[in-house]
Each structure stands twice: as structure tokens, then as C-alpha cells.
């Protein structure tokens, strides 16, 4: 049973495309997160949300917006794929604000052609 | 602005042998540090945390690290490595105060040989 779960896990797409990556977390938590590794394994924060609203957003082109329906679940949506947006995406959940606990998914590796 | 700096991309130790990841950190505020692991085609999992308090913090599977603040370092350890510890680990550093904003290390991928 997958506490952080992300789909799809592969997505081979052309440039220019639309590309949208779900992810759930069944932990109850109340915060989630989207976070970029690019190949050099160097992973940086895109977008974090506490019960919903949007409390981190980092320096990430408006071509990615995420979306969370609800609590459990936070989406990332990417409009006119580039090249450069070729990396694995990882979602977070954390249960306190502060603690710098987070549970990863499995990641989704996004390849752009 | 935080930073945090590993030292070897790779480190590659015997079965037995002690591990040493290296990591130094820079931080304007008191800092929160971490240690993630990472196996194959997996998520990071959290090793080990060290908020406020003791300096010395244990954490899964046997690994410990130190907060040095004279140092700026939190160095992970672990006195016997097995096959089972190679993975990627990454060091992260946040701000006390400043939410789960973590800003990662490169990462350090160990090698277990037998």
C-alpha cells in the first residue's frame, strides 16, 4: 500500500506537448510537494501546498502550474514541454509544516524529445 | 541563501569498513540538517534529522551524524557497511522556522564492495 503514489512513473513526450504528472499520498498528511531532479541528481523545490493553498513557489516557468483538488492529492500540469523540462518530478508529503520530514513518491521520469 | 556542499560524488567502501559521507552546509540562521537516502528508482527517505538539542542524532539502519557548528558540518557515519547501504545519500539543510523548504547536496552515490 504506497503511502506517496505518482503516475505515470515513465512519459516520453515530443516538444511542445502538454504533460500532466498526479500524485496521492494516503498518509493524511497535510502538506505536499513538487520537487525537480535533474541529471546531475540535484533536486530542487518547484511547488509546495498546505491544505490546499499554495505556500511555496519557487522561480519555475508559468508553463507549470499544479493543481490540488484536495488534501490527498497535488497534480503538476507542464504546457509546452521544452527539453530542459527533461528530469524526474517528485512528490512530497510532510505531516508538520516544520519538521523537515517529507515522504517521497517513487518519482516520474519525464523525458522530452 | 543556504547551501549545502558533499564532498565526493562517489565514495566506495569494503563490506565491514566504516562510511563517511561528507557534508558542509552554509546558513544565515540556525539550520535544520538531514540525510536522505535514495535507492535505485525510488523516492528519498528520510535517515536522520537533526533540529535543535543533542548534536549527535541516530537514525535508521545503524548511520549517525554530528552537528558541528564550529565546523558547519553534519558528516554521516555508519561503523560497518553493508551490501545493503549502497544507494544515493543526500544531505539537506532548511531554516528553522522556514517550513519544509529543503535545499539539497549533489548527493554522495556509496559503493559497498565485497
Known amino acids: 500500500d504506497t503511502a506517496v503514489s505518482q503516475t505515470p512513473k515513465y512519459l516520453v513526450t515530443q516538444m511542445g506537448n502538454d504533460k500532466s504528472i498526479k500524485c496521492e499520498q494516503n498518509?493524511?498528511?497535510?502538506?505536499m510537494y513538487w520537487y525537480k531532479q535533474d541529471s546531475k541528481k540535484f533536486l530542487k523545490i518547484m511547488f509546495s501546498y498546505n491544505n490546499k493553498e499554495l505556500i511555496i513557489n519557487e522561480t519555475v516557468p508559468n508553463r507549470f502550474s499544479p493543481k490540488s483538488p484536495d488534501k490527498a492529492h497535488l497534480n503538476l500540469h507542464i504546457n509546452s514541454l521544452e527539453l530542459g523540462d527533461s528530469a524526474v518530478y517528485f512528490c512530497?508529503?510532510?505531516?508538520?509544516?516544520?519538521?523537515?520530514?517529507?515522504?517521497f513518491g517513487e518519482g516520474s521520469r519525464l523525458t522530452v524529445l | 541563501a543556504q547551501s549545502v556542499t558533499q564532498l565526493g560524488s562517489h565514495v566506495s567502501v569494503s563490506e565491514g569498513a566504516l562510511v563517511l559521507l561528507r557534508c558542509n552546509y552554509s546558513?544565515?540562521?540556525?539550520?535544520?540538517l538531514f540525510w536522505y537516502v535514495q535507492y535505485p528508482n525510488q523516492g528519498l527517505q528520510l535517515l536522520l534529522k537533526?533540529?535543535?538539542?543533542?548534536?549527535l542524532v541516530k537514525g535508521i539502519n545503524g548511520f549517525e551524524a554530528e552537528f558541528k557548528k564550529s565546523e558547519t558540518s553534519f558528516h554521516l557515519t555508519k561503523p560497518s557497511a553493508h551490501m545493503s547501504d549502497a544507494a544515493e545519500y543526500f544531505c539537506?539543510?532548511?531554516?528553522?522556522?522556514?517550513?519544509?523548504?529543503?535545499?539539497f547536496g549533489t548527493g554522495t552515490q556509496l559503493k559497498v564492495e565485497l
Open positions: 546558513s544565515s540562521v540556525p539550520p535544520y
Open positions: 537533526y533540529t535543535t538539542g543533542a548534536t
Open positions: 512530497a508529503s510532510s505531516q508538520e509544516w516544520n519538521t523537515g520530514e517529507l515522504f
Open positions: 539537506a539543510v532548511s531554516d528553522q522556522g522556514g517550513g519544509n523548504k529543503l535545499t
Open positions: 498518509l493524511g498528511h497535510d502538506t
